[in-house]
């Protein structure tokens, strides 16, 4: 009994030795706080840098068109008008360069107001017209000598063209077309063409209406049909020699007095209408005509060289239109290009 109180009074002073231990620790003080660090100087702004100029880039100056004056005979509503509108407007669209004030002046009246006004210290930069008057206005220093301007620039061109174009080694005007007359016919009228001045007569007289022109630039070709000529190769009048001359007068009055008993038009203008409304079997008229009979005639459209005479072929005579320049002309070198530009470079 003892022994066991004994126990129990060792175990409870255990108990209270370790319950001493466990009590609450005693107060430990707290660290000094830690200083904080010294600021560092903020760097001062950088300034932002000045602004910079930025160049001003002064526009472009596109510099005017040069104005170059044309003047033609086409008429109004023709095919060679239409076709030479719608090379111009091209033009404007190629050559912005260039600004061309086109005027038509009436054929009959052309060559007298490019003369006056020229003569006048005036007119246009250039125009186009047949080679019919080019002694007259190239001796009368109407229209410019072009020879250095367009040196080298018209190889391949044709040399009946440049031929056609030049007086005395000179040349005077760029050429634009080739013409000569021809027998246009209707083949609902005609099935065959006349092969000989018998044959066209023969035709007329049994009342197919026929329509000659009788100027004297369409019936050139005649006197060689019948063996004579106006001039020899020096220019010379030969016209008195033989009867060549006379045999084809004869024969064109014929024909003529025909025309005039049947009321037949006498010439190409009064033809137009009636060989186009096929009233007319056949005309004589040159290669400008071709378009607007086309356009009327269609597949019905036929063409045939002038027929032959007893002393062999007729040989019609070649005219060639051209581009002449003005020599008062503050634009030559433009004037020259237009043409240049638009019909020898230019793909047909």
Not at 90 to 113: C, E, G, S, W
Not at 165 to 188: F, I, Q, R
Request: aromatic share 8%; with cysteine.
């Amino acid at each position: 009994m003892k022994k066991n109180l004994l126990t129990i009074v060792s175990i409870l002073l255990v108990a209270a030795f370790a319950l001493a231990a466990c009590g609450a620790p005693a107060t430990t003080a707290a660290p000094a706080p830690t200083a904080a660090p010294a600021a560092t100087d903020v760097p001062a702004a950088t300034a932002a840098p000045a602004p910079t100029d930025v160049p001003t880039v002064a526009p472009t100056e596109v510099p005017a068109p040069v104005e170059v004056t044309f003047w033609h005979a086409y008429g109004t509503g023709s095919a060679e008008e239409a076709a030479m509108t719608k090379i111009l407007a091209q033009a404007a669209i190629d050559m912005p360069q260039y600004k061309i004030n086109v005027l038509q002046i009436p054929f009959n009246d052309i060559y007298n107001k490019y003369r006056t006004d020229v003569a006048a210290g005036g007119g246009p930069d250039m125009f186009v017209a047949p080679n019919d008057s080019i002694g007259d206005d190239a001796r009368a220093g109407l229209v410019a000598d072009i020879s250095d301007l367009a040196k080298g620039k018209l190889d391949g061109v044709s040399k009946i063209g440049i031929d056609g174009m030049s007086l005395d080694g000179k040349l005077y005007g760029v050429p634009e077309s080739l013409k000569a007359v021809t027998l246009w016919y209707n083949t609902d009228l005609i099935k065959e063409a006349p092969k000989t001045t018998d044959d066209l007569l023969k035709l007329m007289q049994a009342g197919t209406p026929i329509s000659l022109n009788y100027g004297c630039y369409h019936m050139f070709g005649f006197y060689s049909a019948f063996g004579g000529n106006i001039f020899d190769s020096s220019w010379k009048v030969v016209a008195d020699q033989g009867t060549g001359v006379v045999d084809a007068f004869t024969w064109l009055n014929t024909a003529y007095q025909i025309q005039k008993k049947n009321g037949w038009a006498m010439d190409d203008s009064k033809g137009l209408a009636p060989f186009s409304e096929g009233k007319l079997a056949a005309i004589m008229n040159g290669n400008w005509a071709m378009a607007d009979y086309k356009k009327a005639l269609g597949d019905k459209l036929a063409l045939a060289p002038l027929p032959a005479g007893p002393a062999g072929p007729a040989k019609p005579m070649i005219g060639v239109d051209g581009f002449y320049i003005n020599p008062n002309s503050a634009n030559q070198a433009a004037a020259l290009e237009v043409p240049m530009q638009c019909w020898i470079r230019s793909p047909a």
